[in-house]
C-alpha cells in the first residue's frame, strides 16, 4: 500500500537519475574534486606576529610587504601557489586572536569550506607585538606570556581541527611549522621537541590531545622547523640555512598534498 506521495517522489527521481540531469549535477562535484586535487587548500593558523603572513607569502612566492602591510591583519588573507605542472595550493591566512574577523574565518576553514590541511604556524616565543617592536629588555618574561598566549590560541584551532577530522572520510594534515627559527639558531631542536607529539610538553600534550580525539589514522602530524626571512650576515641561520628549511617544508606540504 503506497501513498500517493511516494509514488510522486519515487516517479520524480527515476526521471532525475535516468536523464541528462543527472550528469549535468555530477560535473561541478568532479570538477571540485579536481581542484581539490591540483590545489588543495592550506588553513594558515596561529596567533597574531608569529609569521604567518610572511611564510604564505614565501610558500605563494609572493613579494611581503609591499605597501606596508600591519603585522595583525583583520581580514582573512588567500594565496595561491602554482607550479609549472598546473599544480600548487590555496592558502587562506586565518587572522590571529585580535581581530574581530578570527572567528568567522575559522567557521569558514574548519566548517563552511573546510580545507585539506593545515598549516599551524608557532614562533617559540618570538611573537612579535602589535606596534611597539624589539626583543630587548624584558625577555624572558615576555618569551613566557608569548608562549603561554601560543598555547591558548592552539588549543581553540586544535579544537576545530578534530571536529572537522572526525566529520570526515579522508585524513587531514597537520604541520607544525616552528619558524623564526633564525632567532633561535642553536636551539632549533629543543624548540621543535617542544612543539612535538608525546613530548610531555604543555603543546605536546595537547597535541597528543588532538590525537585522541580525532583518532590517529585521520590525522598526520609534522613538526618542522621553518624561517621565512633569512638572519642577517652576522646570524647563526643565514639566508641559505633559512632556505633549505623552507626547501623541507615546500617538499613535505608536496608530499603530504599527493604532489611528488
Ligand atoms: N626573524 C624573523 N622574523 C620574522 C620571520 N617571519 C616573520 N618575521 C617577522 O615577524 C613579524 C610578524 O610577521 P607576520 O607574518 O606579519 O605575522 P602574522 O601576524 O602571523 O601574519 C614581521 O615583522 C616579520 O618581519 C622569520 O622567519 N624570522
Ligand atoms: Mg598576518
Known amino acids: 500500500m503506497q501513498s500517493p506521495l511516494r509514488h510522486g517522489k519515487a516517479a520524480l527521481g527515476t526521471t532525475l537519475a535516468g536523464g541528462a540531469l543527472a550528469a549535468l549535477a555530477q560535473a561541478p562535484e568532479r570538477a571540485s574534486r579536481l581542484l581539490r586535487h591540483r590545489y588543495p587548500t592550506v588553513a594558515v593558523t596561529g596567533m597574531t606576529g608569529v609569521g604567518k603572513t610572511r611564510l604564505a607569502d614565501r610558500l ?123 632567532l633561535f639558531a642553536d636551539d632549533v631542536d629543543a624548540a621543535v621537541r617542544y612543539y612535538s607529539p608525546g613530548s610531555g610538553s604543555p603543546f605536546g600534550d595537547k597535541l597528543d590531545e588532538l590525537r585522541a580525539l580525532a583518532g590517529g589514522a585521520r590525522l598526520s602530524i609534522d613538526v618542522l622547523p621553518v624561517c621565512a626571512q633569512g638572519g642577517g650576515r652576522k646570524s647563526a641561520m643565514p639566508d641559505k640555512a633559512c632556505g633549505d628549511l623552507l626547501g623541507r617544508l615546500e617538499l613535505r606540504l608536496a608530499q603530504l598534498s599527493g604532489h611528488v
Not at 609591499?66 to 591566512?93: C, H, I, K, P, W
Request: proline share 3%; aromatic share 4%.
Open 60 to 182: 605563494s612566492r609572493r613579494a611581503s610587504a609591499e605597501g606596508g602591510q600591519d603585522v595583525g591583519s583583520a581580514v582573512m588573507e588567500r594565496r595561491t601557489r602554482r607550479n609549472a605542472r598546473l599544480r600548487g595550493y590555496r592558502f587562506r591566512v586565518v587572522p590571529g586572536e585580535n581581530a574581530a574577523t578570527r572567528l568567522g574565518a575559522l567557521d569558514e576553514v574548519f566548517h563552511d569550506e573546510p580545507v585539506d590541511g593545515v598549516l599551524h604556524v608557532v614562533a617559540n616565543g618570538h611573537a612579535t607585538p602589535r606596534r611597539t617592536g624589539g626583543t630587548s629588555g624584558a625577555g624572558v618574561a615576555t618569551r613566557e606570556e608569548q608562549l603561554a598566549a601560543e598555547l591558548e590560541d592552539w588549543s581553540i584551532t586544535a579544537h576545530r581541527i578534530a571536529s572537522m577530522a572526525v566529520r570526515r572520510d579522508r585524513p587531514t594534515w597537520l604541520v607544525v611549522a616552528v619558524t623564526k627559527a633564525d
